[in-house]
């Protein structure tokens, strides 16, 4: 069955589809852009101290975008998603002591302005991450939590800021309570102890929530991703879409074009209510084995291709301006190399599967050059966040806790030089994307062949079509692209093969002959 569904429409873009500068301005955001998520203490270090930090992202600018779009020493992203920046002890810092405040590891406020700004004059999104669900337990709102219970001082301004319970009253199901010291109340701490819950049932923390939102997107942040969000109000998905949907409206109120996108790290039938209020990434797809993995370790490209039919007919149906936010691995997961090892061609494959679709895909920091991390026997997650390998001289280090000893021994310098390199792959892949708008912003109908594991879509957007066909197995597909599509396409615009020195595609009475893992687009 064919379905066409439509995405966005949207604005105003340049001849060369590339979307015009943002603007604060009302009117409908071109956010179909692929976002490169950056866990700061690892990324780049601008001052010597082995901590990655602002002005290592500053410095890195035109290795991300260099404003550029015939770039070949430049990745092209066009939003960056930052782990959190605020004050917290952690090397993670997902455990905030002061939301207005960037912490002295990473930087200044002015040096988040000057990134914002260089950000916006090369036409990229700067995103931050919230951690809203919980505090860290330094931060002054716990130890006035604190004090307020300690002295049972129930007039106190936050005597209800965290969520609690009295000792000997049942711990609510599914959620972790830990006792107060010198109290006789349990506050509630899912992810650790140091990591206490705000009340989202008190106004006042939501009224706050919503000012530090603003308050970021005044300094220049375009949007958020929201950490924890199903985790506000704890199995009730109800409440936690209705804050969601009061905190999006207010942060519109300053800045009409945010970008959102929640963590709600569960099955499509749990994120599908989060739609509704916020986009939400598309955690089914990704890891070792999802959609996205399994199709480009040479799993039937068809599969994956419904799945994503299917997938963007639901979020259309929720909210027609709802965004397709697939991703492979996050700093919360194992990364890919560990699975799809860049030497097989798998890692070029997967990017090929979930950089050419609708939405705005997310690329986590080093998938690029194959940068290995898993949580490993030492159960840390710091293993998953390992020093980005540039391989001229950045002192940035690995993370306090790591233990991952078999890091891969490409670098970004040694990549950038090599033409088949992984990252050069990225950086083709993530042109073409640019280069033909209807992928990112069209219509996506799955494309049906028989007796084969290649397969693809086409894409319609404005006027134009175009086919994207994958063939992610180790043996070249003959297709029969006319009669799949019903349509005569007369051009491979581009072929985006695992090696230059393998790739191939050949287009003949609208049969289509194509390489080993190679994906073409054909107009
Ligand atoms: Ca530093
Ligand atoms: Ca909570």
Known sequence: MKK???????????????????????????HHRVFYEIFVGSFSDSDGDGTGDLGGILRRMDYLNDGNAESESSLGV???????????????????????????????????????????????????????????SGHPWFREFAEAHRKREESHPRYNWYTWIRAGEPVPAGRRFMPLEGTDILYECNFSDDMPELNYDEEAVREEAARIGREWLEKGAD?????????????????NVAFWKEFTEKLREVKPQVYTVAEVWSGEAETNRYVEAVNCF?????????????AARGGNISKYVKNTADYLETLAGIRPDAMHI????????????????????????????????????????????????????AA????????????????????????YANQTEATVAQMLAEEGSLLNHYRRVIAARKAYPEIARGSYEPLAFE?????????????????????????????????????????????????????????????LTLAPQTTVILR
């Open 326 to 377: 697939p991703f492979i691995a996050n700093h919360d997961t194992d990364r890919a190399a560990g699975y799809l090892p860049a030497a097989g061609g798998r890692a070029a494959m997967a990017a090929n599967v979930y950089l050419l679709t609708p939405g705005s895909p997310f690329l986590y920091y080093g998938e690029e050059i194959g940068l290995k991390g898993s949580r490993g026997g």
């Open 282 to 294: 598309r955690f089914s797809a990704s890891q070792a084995e999802g959609a996205i993995a399994t």
């Open 451 to 511: 007796g084969t594991k290649a397969g693809g879509f086409l894409c319609s957007w404005q006027g134009q079509t175009s086919a994207v066909i994958h063939n992610t197995t180790g043996k070249e597909a003959v297709l029969d692209i006319r009669e799949a599509s019903g349509r005569e396409f007369t051009e491979i615009a581009e072929v985006l093969g695992v090696s230059p020195g393998r790739e191939g595609a050949a287009l003949e009475e609208g049969v």
């Open 223 to 239: 949007g958020f991703r929201l950490d924890a969000a199903k985790y506000l109000f704890l199995g009730d998905a109800e409440k």
């Open 4 to 30: 066409a569904i439509c995405m966005l429409a949207a604005l105003a873009l340049t001849a060369a589809g590339i979307p015009a500068a943002m603007g604060e301005t009302a009117g409908e955001a071109d």
């Open 78 to 136: 066009e939003g960056l998603w930052l782990t959190p920046v605020f004050r917290s002890p952690s090397y993670h810092k997902y455990d905030v002591e002061d939301y207005g405040e960037i912490d002295p590891q990473f930087g200044t406020e002015e040096d988040f302005r000057a990134l914002a700004e260089k950000c916006h004059e090369r036409g990229v999104l700067l995103i931050m991450d919230l951690p809203l669900n919980h505090t860290g």
């Open 380 to 403: 840390t997650d710091a293993n998953r966040r390992l020093a980005m390998r540039w391989g001229d001289g950045d002192t940035v280090r690995d993370p306090e806790g790591s233990d």
